[in-house]
């Protein structure tokens, strides 16, 4: 029933409490926000571990999983779980559990899985029906002293059970496994590392707690994660990520070729094949990457003409990962291959370090390398002392017995005596030898056959030993440099089970800066080939293969018709003009074919619904455009400042009062004249010098009108003199050298333009 129980009688509407809103609603949002930090997302320093986890090794324990047992089905374990001591769904728990008996997840794997518990490729592991699972070596060392009164234990979700508040192994768990969670208002992320560095690190900060932070980073190396990889960042900046807490680390795959006959090529993981060929080989790709996503990604960047140096790529994966890349042609530069495939696929990620936990009063914190170690090695001095404390409980009991057995076996004639013929023998006896309650029970108690076992000289050794015991017990927990000498020799003891020779204690993760990057841009890595490309007047664009004369003809829609043509390169950027002034950038490479009629550019570009296509041009690095609009306003501006980063392109000429832009003319090098003719037919000429170069904006006045707008401009050489089409089926040019009448100042209304010039009021 719930707890705001009312008689039956009662009325219902008695039980609400009139408080306002927003305190009511902060009150339980705390609580849930503290529940998530303290119980579910944050490990604690000490164990590093989370209740989840630490409820799953308890219960496994409970259930005598050690190595050395058979294995039980997972089922079993996760039932346990939620129904003793972690009331959360079959599914969080048995996932949680997965991830403990991964190699490629957990450094140091806390269970021991026999089934399908998942791979390196991403697939789930099977139902856990199907599962077995049971506890490793380094579970078990992590889990040691649960007997010896190390740590308390605490009440489970009902009552009924109990589970330890943490762990109490030597095994640095938090550091050697390291973890990640979300809370609320704060995340923990902190990679795993190799334990024999964490205790060497450790080892020299007992020695010396006011180590500098650098000695320390030259014992812990940085990050040692499961999968192996290379952190390639410098070690100013991994040291000064430890310094704080709070950081993050570039994460590569290795190449490697342990086939190659040279050890370069093997290094730089080349296979070579004769004949000049050669491949790549992958085997080792970056912690928490999945490698058919990674193949996945290098395939469409493959299919995409993303990387078009690169042929093939074959996972030929074993129990070892080998992922092989092919190359266009042998002429392909490795080192960039390498780069490129950095650049736009897993194969480099970026791991967060955020060293945020739980310390000994349950309080979250982000703490740097050396504070965490200092509370670390507290809190194992701690246990250090209880599992001392305990032990001395432990002997002051047995030392009791003893002595009671000892003078039992004095008097054991008078003992038996007693027995025999008193009715209640145990007080007769503690008043005749001076027993305690407990020592006259324990003989009571025993069997006659163990009468044969009270040898004075055995009871004597046991007890000498005994005092022994508890004398250098008492001893270390008198003295503070005896705690962390026995410390120092235990954790000396551990790090033999993971020093650098064993399979479990090698490191795996290469520290190493990576060398300057390969300077190379996405264009590099398009093939060239010409092609040419076909806008419509309805804006359908395509590019056909090749560069095929301008004036071939093409098909198109019914009721479409040929708007720009252009010879371009698939290396090339194309600028499309909107009348409204806004320029788009497409590459070529991107362009549909010309088998059919092409795509709508509106499909590419964000083209508002009533702006055309007023041009259409190739992009050159350096080049500069003449651009005018139909109120004769224009200006200069450098193509290198008109490229669109994205569809939505970028306005560049500023237009007012219903005007378009008119005139989009690239402007040669050797040009130094302007000639501009208006819908009135009158033509006016300046020096190019009087038109400024901007970026954006509504330009300078080139020519003043009473009526009408700007027809044309052109930009040209005054000593060539002004050329422009006749017209005509024979398409002449005419050239007039004589233009002094029409040059004045910018901004002049002009005069009617030579002889000759056509009609349309355009130079071409």
Not at 663 to 689: M, S, Y
Request: aromatic fraction near 6%.
């Amino acid at each position: 029933m719930a707890e705001t129980d009312l008689p039956a009688d009662s009325d219902p509407f008695d039980a609400i409490v009139d408080a306002p809103f927003d305190a009511a609603l902060s009150e339980r949002y705390l609580v849930y926000a503290l529940s998530t930090i303290t119980a579910r997302s944050l490990p604690d320093l000490r164990d590093g571990l989370k209740p989840v986890h630490r409820r799953l090794l308890w219960t496994m324990r409970q259930l005598k999983l050690d190595p050395a047992s058979t294995f039980k089905k997972s089922a079993r374990v996760v039932g346990e779980v939620i129904g003793k001591y972690h009331p959360h769904g079959d599914t969080a728990a048995y996932d949680a559990m997965v991830r403990l008996a991964q190699d490629f997840s957990l450094r140091y794997p806390l269970v021991e899985g026999q089934g399908n518990f998942g791979n390196v490729d991403g697939d789930n592991a099977a139902a856990y029906r199907y599962t077995e699972a049971r506890l490793t070596l380094t579970a078990m060392q992590l889990m040691d002293g649960l007997d010896a009164g190390t740590v308390d234990f605490i009440p489970t979700y009902n009552g009924e059970e109990e589970e330890p508040e943490l762990m109490p192994g030597l095994f640095p768990n938090l550091l050697a496994n390291g973890a990640s969670g979300i809370a609320v208002g704060m995340a923990t992320s902190i990679p795993s590392h190799n334990v024999a560095e964490i205790i060497d690190a450790t080892l020299e900060l007992i020695d010396n707690p006011h180590v500098e932070h650098e000695r320390l980073m030259e014992l812990f190396r940085g990050p040692d994660f499961p999968t192996g990889g290379q952190v390639v960042d410098s070690p100013a900046a991994i040291s000064e990520a430890y310094r704080t807490g709070r950081g993050s680390f570039r994460l590569r795959g290795r190449f490697h070729a342990p086939e190659a006959s040279n050890p370069d090529d093997a290094a730089a993981g080349i296979e070579r094949l004769g004949g000049g060929q050669w491949q790549l080989v992958i085997s080792e790709i970056p912690y928490q990457v999945a490698k058919g996503k990674l193949i996945e990604q290098i395939a469409q960047a493959i299919a995409d003409r993303k990387l078009p140096i690169l042929e093939d790529v074959r996972d030929e994966s074993d129990e070892q990962i080998r992922i092989v890349l092919v190359p266009k042609s042998r002429n392909v530069d490795p080192e960039l291959l390498k780069e490129s495939l950095y650049k736009l696929t897993d194969l480099e990620v970026r791991f967060s370090l955020n060293m945020n936990v739980l310390d000994a009063t349950r309080t979250p914190m982000v703490m740097g390398l050396k504070e965490l170690l200092d509370n670390w090695t507290a809190a194992q001095i701690d246990i250090l002392q209880r599992r001392a404390q305990h032990r001395l409980d432990k002997i002051a009991a047995r030392l009791e017995l003893v002595r009671g057995y000892i003078i039992a076996f004095l008097n054991l004639d008078r003992v038996i005596e007693i027995i025999r013929t008193e009715d209640e023998p145990k007080p007769v006896m503690m008043a005749e030898f001076d027993l305690t309650d407990r020592q006259a029970e324990a003989i009571l108690n025993m069997r006659l056959r163990s009468l044969r076992k009270l040898e004075e000289m055995e009871l004597k050794r046991e007890q000498d030993a005994l005092l022994a015991e508890q004398a250098e017990l008492e001893a270390l927990l008198g003295s503070p440099a005896r705690q962390r000498t026995r410390l120092k020799r235990d954790l000396r003891e551990l790090r033999k089970h993971y020093a650098e020779d064993t399979p479990l204690g090698r490191r795996r993760t290469l520290i190493a800066e990576a060398a300057p990057a390969v300077e190379f841009s996405m264009d590099a890595m398009i093939e060239k080939e010409p092609v040419t490309v076909i806008l419509s007047q309805k804006g359908w664009i395509r590019a056909a293969k090749g560069h095929v004369p301008l004036d071939q003809e093409f098909k198109y829609k019914e009721g479409d018709a040929l708007a720009f043509i252009l010879h371009a390169q698939t290396t090339d950027k194309l600028l499309l003009v909107a009348d409204n002034g806004r320029f788009f950038t497409l590459g070529c490479d991107k362009l549909p074919g010309a088998r059919g009629f092409g795509e709508p550019v509106r499909t590419m570009i964000d083209l508002e619904t009533d702006a055309g296509i007023a041009a259409m041009l190739v992009y050159k690095a350096g080049a500069r455009l003449l651009l005018a609009s139909s109120i004769g306003k224009g200006f200069v501006a450098e193509m290198d400042e008109l490229l669109a980063e994205t569809r939505k392109g970028r306005q560049v000429v500023n237009l007012k009062d219903g005007a378009a832009l008119r005139v989009v003319r690239e402007i040669a090098p050797a040009h130094d004249h302007i000639a501009c003719v208006g819908d009135n037919r009158k033509l006016v000429v300046f020096n190019l010098e009087e038109l400024p170069v901007m970026s954006r904006g509504q330009g300078v006045t080139l020519q003043r009108y009473r009526d009408g707008g700007l027809s044309d401009a052109i930009t040209f050489t005054l000593a060539d003199g002004l050329s422009w089409q006749m017209g005509g089926s024979g398409e002449r040019t005419r050239t007039e050298t004589e233009i002094g009448l029409w040059k004045v100042a910018r901004g002049g209304a002009g005069r009617m333009p030579p002889q000759g010039f056509p009609k349309s009021g355009r130079f071409d």
